[in-house]
Structure formats: structure tokens, C-alpha cells
């Protein structure tokens, strides 16, 4: 069975631009969240989905924002780049909505120029 | 607020050597834990959970955890380290009230010598 899949691998933006990234779950999961690793710290949590209903959201900007769509796939979107904004962007999914343990997919690195 | 704490940034151990990474936790009520690895450009992939029950949990690779509620620690054990072991180690904390958001520490990179 396929992993957690997100496309693309590596990403360059400048600053100001926007971005899309993608991800699908783990045939069956139902649940999406979305962490940012920036280098040298431990991945912090963005946003959670589950059944296409937001579930969570950390402390991030409203720059930052995600969907997920009816086949559980989702995307997380970045307005207005900032230098900042780079990172390695992990996405991760479970079965459930909650307490569920997560598999995470091999990451978008994000370079902002 | 849940936090974790890896106080160890960088460690260095001899292949066939034992293993211990330190993780200590903050959280209001019974967690749940989490260790996984990362190698260089990769994903993270678990290696052992702790949910509730016995609190020695058994992983991939042939590591190991305990829980320890008086000491608020997750430590991670191997008895003999493989030079394929090397990369970076994170401790993780879930919440029980819902929801899957899980809080990381800074993570542990783990060197290990020939």
C-alpha cells in the first residue's frame, strides 16, 4: 500500500508569491494535519482535517491556510511568501479524528528567496 | 499548554554501545507519546507509541521506551546501536481531548561512531 504521498518534493518562491502544496493520505485515513519543520527544530503543528472539517490550527498567520476534499486529499496553501516561510512542510495522516497514531509523508521543502 | 523537552541536542555513541535519549513532557492529563526517527531529507517514521497499559513499550528496530508519570519522562533505549541508527530522534506529546496535534521536542542527533 502507498505512504503518505505530497507533491512537489522541493519548491523556490520569492518573497511575496504564493504557494500550494498537496498531499494524499493513506488510502482510508480520513484525517490530514500539516506541520512545518523548520531546520534544526522540531515540526510544528499547522492545521488538522478530518472529514473536511477543520479540527485544529496552531499559531500561524492567516497566510496560512488548508482545505481537504471529498477524497480526504489535501492542500495548504501560503499567501505572501516570507523569508521565514521556509521549511520542510510535513504532512501526516491517521484513520480517525482524533488520538490517532499518525503517518507522515516525506515532505515539501520550501526555499523562499 | 503541552510541551516536551529533549535536553540533549547531539549525541554521540560507538556502534554495539547502549542507548538512552531523554524526553521529558508537560501535560495536564495522562498523555500520549510518541518517538520517532528522521534521516537526512526524510519524513518521519515511528518507532514506538505509549497510549496507556504497560508502561515499558516495545518498538521498531529494537528500541524501547518507558513511561514514567512521577518523572514525566519518555526515554528512549536501544541495548546495542547500529551504525544505520544514526539521525535525528524526536519525542512527541498528543492530547486525549481530541483531535490529533501532536507537540514535538527539538529533537536529538544521534552520531554514531565505527
Known amino acids: 500500500d502507498a505512504g503518505v504521498t505530497q507533491s512537489p518534493t522541493h519548491l523556490i518562491k520569492t518573497r511575496g508569491q504564493h504557494v500550494t502544496l498537496r498531499c494524499s493520505p493513506i488510502?482510508?485515513?480520513?484525517?490530514v494535519s500539516w506541520y512545518q519543520q523548520v531546520l534544526g527544530q522540531g515540526p510544528q503543528f499547522i492545521f488538522q482535517?478530518?472529514?473536511?472539517?477543520?479540527?485544529g490550527r496552531g499559531n500561524f498567520p492567516d497566510r496560512f491556510s488548508a482545505r481537504q476534499f471529498p477524497n480526504y486529499s489535501s492542500e495548504l496553501n501560503v499567501n505572501a511568501l516570507l523569508l521565514g516561510d521556509s521549511a520542510l512542510y510535513l504532512c501526516?495522516?491517521?484513520?480517525?479524528?482524533?488520538?490517532?497514531?499518525?503517518?507522515f509523508g516525506p515532505g515539501t521543502r520550501l526555499t523562499v528567496l | 499548554a503541552q510541551s516536551v523537552t529533549q535536553p540533549d541536542i547531539h549525541i554521540t555513541v560507538s556502534e554495539g554501545a547502549s542507548l538512552e535519549l531523554r524526553c521529558n513532557y508537560s501535560?495536564?492529563?495522562?498523555?500520549?507519546l510518541f518517538w520517532y526517527v528522521q534521516s537526512p531529507g526524510q519524513g518521519l517514521q515511528l518507532l514506538l507509541k505509549?497510549?496507556?497499559?504497560?508502561?515499558l513499550v516495545q518498538g521498531i528496530k529494537g528500541f524501547e521506551a518507558e513511561f514514567k508519570r512521577s518523572q514525566s519522562s519518555f526515554n528512549l533505549r536501544k541495548p546495542s546501536v547500529h551504525w544505520s541508527d544514526a539521525a535525528e530522534y524526536f519525542c512527541?506529546?498528543?492530547?486525549?481531548?481530541?483531535?490529533?496535534?501532536?507537540?514535538f521536542g527539538t529533537g536529538t542527533q544521534l552520531k554514531v561512531e565505527l
Open positions: 501526516a495522516s491517521s484513520l480517525l479524528g482524533s488520538n490517532n497514531e499518525q503517518f
Open positions: 482535517y478530518y472529514e473536511k472539517e477543520e479540527r
Open positions: 488510502s482510508g485515513h480520513k484525517s
Open positions: 501535560y495536564g492529563a495522562t498523555p500520549y
Open positions: 505509549y497510549f496507556s497499559g504497560d508502561t
Open positions: 512527541a506529546v498528543g492530547g486525549t481531548g481530541g483531535g490529533n496535534k501532536l507537540t
